[in-house]
């Protein structure tokens, strides 16, 4: 893996974020961008990291766990589908949890974080095309897991996430547009222990137009880091 190609696309990819984010009258400052590092080595992430990356964010729970010693300072995001058995590989080394998709998953991260002591940020997924193979809650059980938070004394939802559709299931720019409208819908109405802070949808292949409706957090790996290589 070329580390000046890393760079190069790294710079590509910004010059992309920032372009839509003016196309549509928003500070580009708004976006993060987070380097989907699934699959990808140690050295690749840190030549990333190196030349301007500040978040990461990987699909399994153990891959943090295996790679988190040997990275450089950065904040990390699970952005993968977790399991209750692997909240324990990322419970102390998250920094936001984009993949909460049921009230007993949220309670099962509340007492493992009780445990070790701390506070960590979840986005809740929503699955907005409802396409049946995909993770997430439906949009109309939003508001009882949103209402639930206030049970909870360490776990702080701080927005949603979604992943866009097969093309079978419907357009991606129109299920961004449904989620914004659910984003702000949510956002006007008081929730205890929720910040409807982070709008986090948008990946290599349709980033710009999840940043045209509204998201504040886009997941990009191959755009930077070039082809997987599934055996690594």
């Known amino acids: 893996m070329d580390d000046i190609n890393i760079e190069e696309r790294l710079a590509a990819v910004k010059e992309r974020i920032r372009a839509a984010a003016e196309q549509c009258g928003?500070?580009?400052?708004?976006?993060?961008?987070?380097?989907v590092t699934k699959t990808y080595p140690v050295s690749a992430m840190n030549t990333a990291i190196t030349a301007g990356?500040?978040?990461?964010?990987?699909?399994?729970?153990?891959?943090?766990?295996?790679?988190?010693?040997?990275?450089?300072?950065?904040r990390w995001h699970l952005i993968g589908h977790l399991q209750s058995n692997k909240i324990k590989y990322v419970i102390d080394r998250?920094?936001?949890?984009?993949?909460?998709?049921?009230?007993?998953?949220?309670?099962?991260?509340?007492?493992?974080?009780?445990?070790?002591?701390?506070?960590?940020?979840i986005l809740i997924q929503i699955n907005i095309s409802g396409e049946e193979s995909k993770s997430g809650v439906s949009p109309d059980e939003l508001e009882s897991m949103l209402r639930h938070a206030a049970a909870l004394?360490?776990?702080?939802?701080?927005?949603?996430m979604t992943i866009a559709p097969k093309a079978e299931y419907g357009d991606a720019e129109s299920c961004f547009a449904d989620m914004k409208k659910l984003f702000d819908s949510v956002s006007e109405?008081?929730?205890?222990?929720?910040?409807?802070?982070?709008?986090?949808?948008?990946?290599s292949g349709d980033f710009e137009a999840a940043i045209k409706h509204g998201s504040?957090?886009?997941?990009?790996?191959?755009?930077?880091?070039?082809?997987?290589?599934?055996?690594v």
């Open 26 to 35: 928003r500070d580009p400052a708004e976006i993060t961008l987070i380097a």
């Open 53 to 74: 990356v500040t978040d990461v964010g990987e699909n399994k729970p153990q891959e943090i766990r295996d790679k988190f010693d040997a990275v450089l300072p950065v």
């Open 94 to 121: 998250c920094d936001l949890i984009h993949s909460v998709d049921s009230i007993k998953l949220m309670d099962e991260i509340e007492t493992k974080a009780e445990a070790h002591g701390r506070d960590i940020d």
């Open 153 to 160: 004394n360490k776990v702080h939802i701080k927005g949603l």
């Open 189 to 203: 109405k008081s929730f205890p222990n929720v910040e409807m802070r982070e709008l986090s949808m948008g990946m």
């Open 216 to 231: 504040t957090m886009v997941r990009i790996g191959s755009a930077i880091f070039g082809a997987r290589n599934y055996n």
